[in-house]
């Protein structure tokens, strides 16, 4: 199977093509496609678990270890701020150094922060091996997807991405369940106690199964000030983003970070035209399908993370559901990612990934719409209809943007690439929650005065309405102790009615994120440099 590259990303006056250097082929285990894929689904199933399986956690580490509220967020913020700054300078590691040593490194180091943090006695040793885990964590991401893109041929890689989709999707709605279980029945130490076997059974596969692959025009240096300035530009970024509801939207400190991000972006696109080996050549992104991927994949995680963070304050404090029960009602909608993966991957391979992405966008728009009917009396049945819709929709959008970001990236390039799809994914989750947080809290703040009084309850003043407001953002009804059991009830239905309209008001922001990101999928078309990487191996 001859390789082909259509784009120059390699710098100017390389013209020479993205092919694996020679390697002898693989012989059982070793390098075979589907064992690989085993191998890094076990990998990926740790960190895509971590993301969701922790928030279930932090009740109890606050109580075990006397954290205030500000320093339990951080056991979430710092994972995923130092995973989403972190990706694509991962990914070109894995482009330098080989993707299986990059792969092995990322499982040996989560699976041992993961350790760490269940033997830590403070918060502080919590948060810092949290941020080890992250960077542990994007070292293991993006070479799980180099290393599939150069084991699978072309017409595999899809189905082999959908498999790999589903896992993540699987263990991502997975957490809250496993995790509530966890911390009901054994410890929160528990909670990141799991990783460890994880880790040595990936670790264990990895060392026998994966086979190392390079491009004959893989990198030989670092672009070391392209690495400072996109990660200051991530870092200020995401740091505005999660710092936002605290600080405000209109807030001189948040526009800093915005600010200075924008500028040193502004640098970094600057620093790579000049540098030998650019640690994202510029010209990749004159793939008009790949940036409708990276674009694609900001805004699906937008309508999606964004949408799915009020549902779970949704059925648990409006529903009343325990966190097992809220994660056992999100299961149509794992459960359609889990059959849809696949089936998206054989699909997209016969049609092209054009008209699965947009239909799944649609299907993600209709959902997010349906999601901004629910009211306090939906039964679970009519919420299963959505949550099974966004399922979905969500796995052919998971599935064809990893393959138009990858599949159209030079295969020296396919680290860079897998970086750059997983950092759309954080950078969209992390918009999503923070500007459809900014909705809920504008919708609250304006109607709950109005709701307030006109259920008969008596004005509050000033500081305690915005105390009111910031429980009611996430459902919670600011019932003081003593209240009558008849004012209780009233303060419960304004508070819980209040919730709903802006929840609803966010799920249709979301709505019409993904119906913009329909437009946006029709640009999108197969990889055409998906053939790279199938000189290696065996199906």
Request: proline share 6%; charged share 10%; aromatic share 8%.
């Amino acid at each position: 199977m001859t390789s082909q590259t259509t784009i120059d990303a390699t710098g100017p006056g390389d013209k020479s093509p993205s092919t694996p250097s020679d390697q002898p082929p693989a012989e059982g285990l070793r390098g075979h496609p589907w064992f690989t894929l085993i191998t890094v689904a076990v990998g990926v199933m740790m960190v895509a678990l971590d993301g969701t399986i922790v928030a279930i956690a932090n009740p109890a580490i606050a109580k075990d270890l006397g954290a205030t509220f500000a320093e339990v967020q951080w056991i979430t913020n710092a994972y995923f701020l130092a995973l989403a700054v972190s990706l694509i300078t991962a990914g070109k590691l894995g482009d330098r150094f080989g993707h299986r040593q990059t792969f092995l490194i990322g499982v040996v180091g989560f699976a041992a922060a993961s350790g760490a943090i269940g033997l830590s006695d403070s918060i502080a040793l919590v948060v810092t091996f949290r941020v080890l885990q992250g960077l542990f964590g994007a070292l293991l991401m993006p070479a799980a997807l180099g290393l599939l893109r150069a084991t699978f041929p072309a017409e595999k890689l899809n189905m082999a991405i959908g498999i790999w989709g589903m896992v993540i999707g699987a263990s991502t709605a997975g957490g809250p369940i496993l995790g509530g279980v966890l911390v009901e029945h054994v410890n929160w130490q528990s909670v990141f106690f799991i990783n460890v076997p994880v880790g040595v059974l990936a670790v264990a596969l990895g060392a026998v199964m994966l086979l190392d692959h390079r491009a004959e025009n893989a990198p030989r240096s670092f672009d070391l000030l392209g690495i400072a300035l996109l990660s200051g530009a991530m870092f200020c970024l995401v740091w505005a983003l999660i710092k936002a509801p605290e600080w405000g939207w209109g807030d001189g400190l948040t526009w800093a970070f915005i600010g200075v991000s924008a500028l040193l972006f502004a640098g970094f696109a600057v620093w790579e035209n000049f540098v030998p080996e650019p640690l994202i050549p510029l010209g990749l992104f004159r793939s008009v399908p790949l940036s409708a991927g990276v674009v694609l994949m900001v805004m699906m995680a937008i309508a999606f993370m964004g949408g799915l963070f009020f549902v779970t304050f949704y059925l648990q404090n409006v529903h009343g559901m325990s966190p097992i029960d809220a994660g056992l009602h999100l299961l149509p909608l794992t459960g359609m990612m889990i059959v849809g993966s696949p089936l998206a991957g054989a699909m997209i391979t016969k049609v092209g990934p054009r008209i699965p992405l947009a239909g799944g966008m649609v299907c993600v728009a209709v959902a997010m719409f349906g999601m901004s009917t629910l009211e306090k009396g939906t039964g679970s049945l009519a919420m299963s209809v959505w949550f099974a819709l966004l399922g979905l929709g969500l796995a052919p959008v998971m599935v064809g943007a990893t393959e138009v970001i990858v599949g159209n990236a030079p295969m020296e390039l396919s680290g860079v690439a897998g970086g750059l799809q997983q950092a759309a994914m954080q950078i969209g989750g992390s918009l999503g929650t923070a500007v459809l947080g900014a909705v809920m809290a504008s919708k609250v703040d304006s109607d709950l005065a109005g709701n307030w009084t006109g259920a008969g309850l008596p004005a509050l003043p000033p500081e305690q309405l915005g105390q009111a407001s910031e429980a009611v953002q996430v459902g919670v009804a600011p019932v003081t102790k003593g209240t009558p059991p008849e004012i209780a009830a009233k303060i419960t239905d304004v508070a819980h009615d209040t919730f709903i309209s802006g929840m609803s008001l966010a799920s249709l922001v979301a709505a019409g994120v993904a119906a913009v990101a329909v437009f946006v999928a029709l640009l999108t078309k197969r990889g055409e440099n998906a053939e790279a990487g199938a000189g290696v191996g065996h199906i």
